[in-house]
């Protein structure tokens, strides 16, 4: 029995100092995966940027998330128009801004150094642009628009390209098409200067159309959706530098950026609408916040805001059989990268 007890403490002392042994080995290997799992030094800190009035971009709400930490957000003004914002980016007044695929893909063709990284805005049943004109218009067909104005918020972006497309769907000429005259006014006039007569359509999204429609007299003519279906529409861009110089940077701002659209993706209209107010009443920028009740999709329509050659490729075709690219003059490769975005193909978070 003496035999036996003094046995089974030998076992016991043994098994102990096993299992002391396994612990600190758990510990070292945890401070060890700990080290290696820790973000990279970033080459920059501060990221530039230009914001909408009455809106919170996709960067700013990262930031809010606290998904872009430690790197700090630095505004330099609002923009109305997505081909000035990257024209900023070009010539690195900014890091990053976002516009509709074919003003990226013209920018790029002019050998402008930019890259798509992730798409930031689109279409979908609840976000979209329509054309609308007056209730007792003539106007009921794409051929009536002959002779007409129509007012949009810049020229060569999302709403001229989704217009022209529209007239050559519904057969109008190159020639015909050129009688339709584009009028770029600021958004929030849009309603007005269609109610006033000075253009017979109107382009109008979100808050703009829904508070327009509540006071009638104005019926749509047709929307992007009619055309494209749901579809993503534009992506923020990097220089090829700032990629090159700031790797590290590049990373954490675009999968903040990427996991952000994801959030507001998935979480309800209703709770990203109270984000996206207290954060426009916290940064005290004199602006109408109103914009925000009517919210209700980010548009994108893929996880994250992950860029696909089909939604690329709609728009070179366009812009080649508008005699603007030559054929095979660049693919979509050429033109984007998911490199950097959260949920990228082949990454394990693109299951969660």
């Given at each position: 029995?003496?035999?036996?007890?003094?046995?089974?403490?030998?076992?016991?002392?043994?098994?102990?100092?096993?299992?002391?042994?396994?612990?600190?080995?758990?510990?070292?290997?945890?401070?060890?995966?700990?080290?290696?799992?820790?973000?990279?030094?970033?080459?920059?800190?501060?990221?530039?940027?230009?914001?909408?009035?009455?809106?919170?971009?996709?960067?700013?709400?990262?930031?809010?998330?606290?998904?872009?930490?430690?790197?700090?957000?630095?505004?330099?003004?609002?923009t109305?128009s997505?081909?000035?914002?990257?024209?900023?980016?070009?010539?690195?007044?900014?890091?990053?801004?976002?516009?509709?695929?074919?003003?990226?893909?013209?920018?790029?063709?002019?050998?402008?150094?930019?890259?798509?990284?992730?798409?930031?805005?689109?279409?979908?049943?609840?976000?979209?642009?329509?054309?609308?004109?007056?209730?007792?218009?003539?106007?009921?067909?794409a051929?009536?628009?002959?002779?007409?104005?129509?007012?949009?918020n810049?020229?060569?972006?999302?709403?001229?390209?989704?217009?022209?497309?529209?007239?050559?769907?519904?057969?109008?000429?190159?020639?015909?098409?050129?009688?339709?005259?584009?009028?770029?006014?600021?958004?929030?006039?849009?309603?007005?200067?269609?109610?006033?007569?000075?253009?017979?359509?109107?382009?109008?999204?979100?808050?703009?159309r829904?508070?327009?429609?509540?006071?009638?007299?104005?019926?749509?003519?047709?929307?992007?959706?009619?055309?494209?279906?749901?579809?993503?529409?534009?992506?923020?861009?990097?220089?090829?530098?700032?990629?090159?110089?700031?790797?590290?940077?590049?990373?954490?701002?675009?999968?903040?950026?990427?996991?952000?659209?994801?959030?507001?993706?998935?979480?309800?209209?209703?709770?990203?609408?109270?984000?996206?107010?207290?954060?426009?009443?916290?940064?005290?920028?004199?602006?109408?916040?109103?914009?925000?009740?009517?919210?209700?999709?980010?548009?994108?329509?893929?996880?994250?805001?992950?860029?696909?050659?089909?939604?690329?490729?709609?728009?070179?075709?366009?812009?080649?059989?508008?005699?603007?690219?030559?054929?095979?003059?660049?693919?979509?490769?050429?033109?984007?990268?998911?490199?950097?975005?959260?949920?990228?193909?082949g990454k394990?978070?693109?299951?969660?």
């Amino acid at each position: 029995m003496r035999i036996a007890t003094h046995s089974l403490r030998q076992m016991t002392a043994g098994a102990l100092a096993k299992t002391k042994r396994l612990i600190l080995g758990g510990i070292a290997l945890t401070g060890l995966l700990g080290g290696a799992m820790a973000d990279p030094q970033l080459e920059k800190t501060e990221i530039r940027y230009q914001g909408w009035a009455g809106q919170v971009t996709f960067v700013e709400l990262a930031d809010d998330l606290g998904y872009l930490a430690p790197l700090k957000l630095k505004w330099v003004g609002n923009t109305i128009s997505g081909p000035q914002d990257i024209q900023t980016v070009v010539t690195g007044d900014i890091d990053i801004g976002g516009a509709f695929y074919g003003a990226i893909i013209k920018l790029i063709a002019a050998k402008a150094p930019i890259k798509a990284v992730v798409g930031y805005y689109g279409s979908d049943d609840n976000t979209y642009y329509g054309y609308y004109v007056k209730e007792d218009s003539p106007i009921r067909t794409a051929r009536d628009l002959i002779g007409k104005k129509v007012a949009v918020n810049t020229l060569g972006a999302h709403l001229e390209f989704v217009l022209r497309e529209y007239l050559a769907r519904n057969g109008l000429t190159p020639s015909e098409a050129k009688q339709v005259t584009l009028v770029a006014i600021p958004p929030v006039t849009g309603e007005q200067a269609l109610r006033q007569g000075q253009v017979e359509v109107t382009t109008l999204n979100g808050v703009l159309r829904d508070k327009a429609l509540e006071r009638g007299g104005i019926r749509r003519l047709f929307a992007d959706t009619d055309l494209f279906g749901n579809f993503t529409g534009g992506s923020y861009v990097l220089r090829d530098k700032f990629i090159k110089d700031n790797p590290n940077t590049s990373r954490k701002l675009i999968e903040g950026v990427s996991r952000a659209i994801a959030w507001a993706q998935a979480t309800p209209s209703e709770e990203v609408r109270a984000r996206f107010e207290r954060i426009i009443a916290e940064r005290k920028r004199n602006e109408d916040a109103t914009p925000i009740k009517y919210w209700k999709s980010t548009g994108v329509a893929s996880k994250g805001g992950v860029i696909g050659d089909t939604e690329l490729q709609v728009w070179i075709d366009w812009l080649v059989k508008d005699g603007l690219l030559k054929q095979d003059q660049l693919k979509p490769s050429d033109i984007y990268t998911n490199d950097f975005n959260y949920f990228r193909p082949g990454k394990t978070a693109d299951a969660k």
